[in-house]
Nanobody, 118 residues
Framework: QVRLKQSEGGSVQIGGSLTLSCAAS????????MGWFRQAPGTERDTVAY????????YYADSVKGRFTISRDNAKNTVYLQMNSLKPEDTAIYYC???????????WGRGTQVTVSS
């Protein structure tokens, strides 16, 4: 059974940085596409970024381009999200996900809260 274990989020000040990680266990196929999504209160879950198995050409939402970096360690089946220059609008529950393809994420982490405030 595939499980995604996310690191804890946290509270950071505006302009601060935070790195999230997510380790996939039980994956028996080729390296999965892995991504990060977020959901703020009262909104739908949005895509933040995702990265293909070979790490080439990651996708970023416009709202995070230039501030967030997604990376992966295939040996550990782990994906990271480095978040810099954080803004209050980045406050949300962040979920990692994995799937055979980047258009169909099948497995989801439990989510972790990230709060950005002054």
């Amino acid at each position: 059974q595939v499980r995604l274990k996310q690191s804890e989020g946290g509270s950071v000040q505006i302009g601060g940085s935070l790195t999230l990680s997510c380790a996939a266990s039980g994956w028996t196929y080729n390296s999965p596409c892995m991504g990060w999504f977020r959901q703020a209160p009262g909104t739908e879950r949005d895509t933040v970024a995702y990265i293909y198995p070979d790490g080439a050409t990651p996708y970023y939402a416009d709202s995070v381009k230039g501030r967030f970096t997604i990376s992966r360690d295939n040996a550990k089946n782990t994906v990271y999200l480095q978040m810099n220059s954080l803004k209050p609008e980045d406050t949300a529950i962040y979920y990692c996900a994995a799937g055979l393809g980047c258009s169909a994420f099948t497995y989801w982490g439990r989510g972790t809260q990230v709060t950005v405030s002054s």
